[in-house]
Structure formats: C-alpha cells, structure tokens
C-alpha cells in the first residue's frame, strides 16, 4: 500500500518533477510476476524475451528506461529507444539485479478501488492507442515502429503516475470532467495540480533523459512529422472510441488517419476497427 501518497498539489513543475522522479514506479502484477519467472531461468533468457515480456506494460517500459537513463555508461552517447535495446546494453544479469521483487499497481491502490479503476482506464487507452499507433506505422512501412509503439503507450505516463501517487487528486480532476465535459483538461489540471500532465511529462522526460525520438513524437510541437501524427491519431482514436465508435469527432479521425496513410476513408475504417480487434 502506497504511504507516501499526495493529498494537496504542490507548488510548481519543479517540484512535480522532483517528487515523481524519486518516486517508486510499480509495475502491473502481471508484470511482476512474470519477472519472477524470468529470473528463475535467467540462463534461459534473452534481450528479446524480456522486451516481449514487458512490452505491453508502460508503467514497466518507462521504469527501465528510466533505470537506464540513471546508469548508462559514459562512454554512451545516445539512449537506447526500446526495452529491448535498454537490456542488450545493461546485459542480463545486470538487469536482473537491477529489477528485484517489484511493488505492483494492484498492491500499491489496492484500499482505493475507485483510483485502480481509474489507472486502468489509463492503461486500456494506451493500449489501444500503442496497437493503433503500430498498425499505422507498419502500414506506412515506417523504421521506426517499435518506438512508435512506445511512444504511444507512454504517452499518457504522467497521468498513470498521478494515479499511483496522488489518487485523490486525480480522481478530483476526473470528477471535475464528469461535472463539465465542456471544460478543457489542461485548465482543470492546472487548477487542481498547478501543472498540467503534458507539462510535467516533458519535464519528466527531460529528466529522465528520455529517448530523443520518444520525446519528439511525443511533443506536440513535432506533430506533423509522419512518426508523431501516427502517435497523436492513434491518441485521439483510442481516446474518442474509448467508449464505443459513435462519437462525434470519429469521422474528423478518420479523415486525418487516412490522410497520413494515404488510403481511402472506408478502408481506413476497416484498418482501424482490424486493429482494434
């Protein structure tokens, strides 16, 4: 059970940034659990099992790259941009010692039933939206798509962490929404937080000293780069389906996705409903 947990925002980004990057990252139960298994065959146990293992886990991505980021050697010039790269260049058994028995999500919220159901709405929007993300950039035969995949399952990082850290605060800023839809995220955010997520995020990804291609598809500013759109669409996409495929801004989606991937509007509509299967 998490002891530790915010109950009042605090006073600015820096100090956002401060807390969560010395803050503990549990992992799904899953997750954890299958670490375990690994370890018990770590003879057995490649980079590429481990990347597998875990690669639909983005509270477990972000805390090896974090790790990563923290003792890459200084011979290192550039991060490594996946989960798989980051153990081929820890080793196994380096990474083992690194990850020993992790706290889990369920665990961490488990007295605050409420908070894990909204993580886990989190953590089925990035899913979603990372299947989405990888289907556009394997249809565009893009280099990149397992960043891409990345990026779009880590996209929603800092609400995932706010979740775990500071549940009453979050779910303050869903009741705030549910109250008044009309109200944009951002300004309830800063009203409750004094940040807003996209905010801390970057500041977290500066920090961490993120993969340079994860932090620019995952900034706005790059968004018309083809890499970022497959990002930012799948986002949207899995945000605006969230609910089921009748919302209003679907076609606007379906639009954009078929412009990036240069096909018809009624085959990007059996593309995305494929992937979503």
Not at 20 to 45: H, K, M
Not at 130 to 136: E, H, N, T, V
Request: proline letters at 5%; glycine letters at 2%; aromatic letters at 4%.
């Amino acid at each position: 059970m998490e002891t530790n947990r915010l109950t009042r925002p605090l006073r600015d980004l820096a100090a956002w940034t401060a807390f969560f990057r010395n803050a503990e990252i549990p992992v799904l139960a899953q997750s954890a659990g299958a670490l375990e298994d690994l370890r018990a065959i770590e003879d057995d146990v490649d980079a590429n099992l481990i990347g597998e293992t875990f690669s639909s886990d983005p509270l477990m991505t972000l805390r090896i790259l974090a790790h990563l980021s923290k003792h890459r050697p200084a011979r290192v010039v550039t991060q490594p941009e996946t989960v798989t790269a980051s153990v081929v260049m820890m080793g196994i058994t380096p990474f083992f010692k690194a990850f020993g028995q992790l706290a889990s999500v369920e665990e961490t919220l488990q007295d605050m039933p409420e908070a894990l159901e909204g993580l886990r709405e989190v953590l089925r929007r990035a899913h979603r939206a990372a299947d989405f993300a990888l289907g556009f950039a394997v249809h565009r035969l893009d280099h990149d798509a397992a960043v891409i995949h990345h990026a779009a399952l880590l996209h929603d990082f800092a609400e995932m962490l706010l979740w775990l850290h500071a549940p009453e605060l979050a779910l303050r800023i869903r009741g705030a929404q549910q109250a008044d839809p009309t109200l944009r995220s951002n300004m309830i955010q800063k009203d409750v937080l004094n940040v807003t997520l996209p905010e801390l995020a970057h500041s977290l990804m500066l920090a961490w000293r993120l993969p340079e291609l994860l932090m620019r598809i995952t900034d706005d500013q790059h968004a018309e780069h083809p890499s970022a759109r497959s990002v930012l669409l799948a986002i949207r996409l899995a945000r605006h389906t969230a609910k089921g495929w009748d919302n209003a801004a679907l076609p606007d989606d379906i639009r954009d996705i078929a412009t990036l991937l240069n096909i018809s509007e009624s085959a990007t509509t059996a593309l995305v409903h494929e992937l979503d299967s």
